[in-house]
């Protein structure tokens, strides 16, 4: 039997109402993405203003000792995903104060799990090359993204209320103070490695607290005595969190440790060109992923809608921009070598890039339907997929390098491994599209199966 909300009985100004929301979601892509693209500008000028200061190496170097970020942002035990979540349901709602509870617990969460992150350091800088040889900038930076990780709760709750016209403004704070200080740095003058440490951590912790003045602003959360949240009140975000928590390191494995694995089999300077070759078609990715954080919101309100017809735009709308940004990321391959070197300062054959190319285009099509897996919180198949996924790319990945491939081995790994995904992610979101979901709670996680 057919939903109440099913397409065959939606009105035509239903149909309307929709088709401008599709409108509004395209309007706040198109402004995230242009920003995006100032961030890009400063990113690969900093890259070129880094390259003259360290050199090849030291910016492979520079490279390894931040890309560590990415591990602290797996402290918040997927429970960030879940406030995201439940926020854009309250206001699919129409009750948006129905997402208090999720946004008081999920900040103690984060409080909580910062404190365990800032202690997770002391070994990891302490024992792990390259962090072990230059303590003093691994530990400001270190310090520096476990503050900023806790700031950014913020921007889970700006992306809940589908304030992305905000957030693309405030990202790019960071990177443009970054740019700015290294341009106005005097010519011939050396940058100590950990003053460059500081300078680029004093930036981000910037950026975290304007969020915070932002958010605090728009939001009408009430948020008093939020440090006295029980664990009664944590356990459901926590059981959403632990199954979101699963897929942020499964991908952190596919597509977070290139950098660390390549400056550990083949040293800075191909480090560099690695990272070089991935900023350039990262440029793709990240405009689509950009795409889909707005989606991710639309989403969730049209299932707390139990809007079907709009899920199934979305999911249409979202595989023809996946083909949009493949055919362009495919038309660099034939100027990458040029490009890169235009962009970043630094070599790299057309040849080691043009596998970035396949590789974007596999994780955007897989991106596409997980999005839906991730907004109905239905996650153990693609958890499972996940897991399938993480020995193929290792032994691919060392397979090639041992093969000889260099850098490329790494998303040439990448793109292999994400086909289980791809294939279980698409299944499972064309399942969704039909079957109206089970209601859920505002707060538990009665979606998951």
Not at 406 to 434: H, K, N, Y
Request: net charge positive; charged share 10%; with cysteine.
């Amino acid at each position: 039997m057919k939903s109440p909300t099913h397409p065959a009985h939606l009105t035509e100004g239903a149909r309307g109402f929709a088709a401008r929301r599709s409108v509004g979601m395209l309007a706040s892509t198109a402004f995230s993405i242009g920003t995006k693209a100032l961030q890009a500008i400063a990113s690969f000028a900093t890259v070129h203003q880094l390259v003259r200061l360290w050199g090849l190496s030291g910016y492979g170097l520079w490279v390894t000792l931040t890309a560590f970020a990415l591990y602290i942002a797996l402290f918040d035990m997927g429970v960030g995903y879940g406030v995201k979540n439940r926020i854009s349901e309250a206001w699919g709602r129409g009750d948006p104060a129905g997402a208090t509870d999720a946004v008081r617990v999920g900040l103690a969460i984060y409080l909580l799990a910062s404190l365990v992150a800032l202690l997770a350091g002391i070994p990891i800088v302490g024992l792990v090359a390259p962090f072990k040889d230059h303590v003093s900038a691994a530990s400001i930076l270190w310090a520096a993204c476990v503050l900023s990780f806790f700031l950014s709760f913020h921007n889970l709750v700006l992306q809940g209320l589908a304030r992305f016209k905000v957030l693309a403004l405030l990202s790019l704070i960071a990177p443009v103070t970054w740019f700015a200080v290294l341009q106005l740095w005097p010519e011939g003058s050396p940058l100590p490695l950990e003053l460059g440490a500081g300078i680029y951590s004093a930036a981000l912790l910037f950026q975290g607290c304007i969020s915070v003045m932002v958010s605090r602003r728009v939001h009408a959360f009430n948020l008093d005595a939020w440090y006295r949240t029980g664990w009664k009140e944590a356990l459901p975000l926590l059981r959403t969190g632990t199954q979101f928590l699963a897929l942020q390191l499964t991908g952190f494995a596919l597509y977070g440790s290139g950098s660390f694995l390549v400056y550990r089999s083949l040293g800075g300077a191909q480090t560099a060109q690695y990272d070089a070759a991935n900023k350039v078609f990262s440029i793709f990715t990240i405009a689509f992923s950009t795409l889909i954080s707005i989606a991710w919101t639309e989403i969730s309100r049209a299932k707390a809608a139990g809007d079907y017809e709009r899920l199934e735009s979305i999911h249409r709308l979202l595989h023809l921009a996946a083909l949009g940004f493949l055919l362009g990321a495919a038309m660099a391959c034939y100027a990458s070598a040029p490009l890169t070197f235009a962009l970043t300062g630094i070599r790299v054959a057309s040849s080691d890039t043009a596998v970035f190319a396949v590789f974007i285009g596999v994780q955007m099509m897989a991106f596409t339907s997980a999005v839906f897996l991730n907004a109905f919180e239905r996650l153990r198949a693609q958890i499972f997929a996940a897991v399938v996924s993480v020995p193929i790319f290792f032994a691919v990945a060392f397979g090639l390098l041992a093969l000889g491939w260099g850098m490329p081995s790494i998303p040439a790994a990448s793109a292999v491994a994400t086909i289980p995904s791809l294939v279980v992610c698409f299944l499972v979101a064309r399942r969704l599209l039909v079957t109206p979901a089970p209601a859920a709670s505002p707060f538990g996680n009665g979606t998951i199966r």
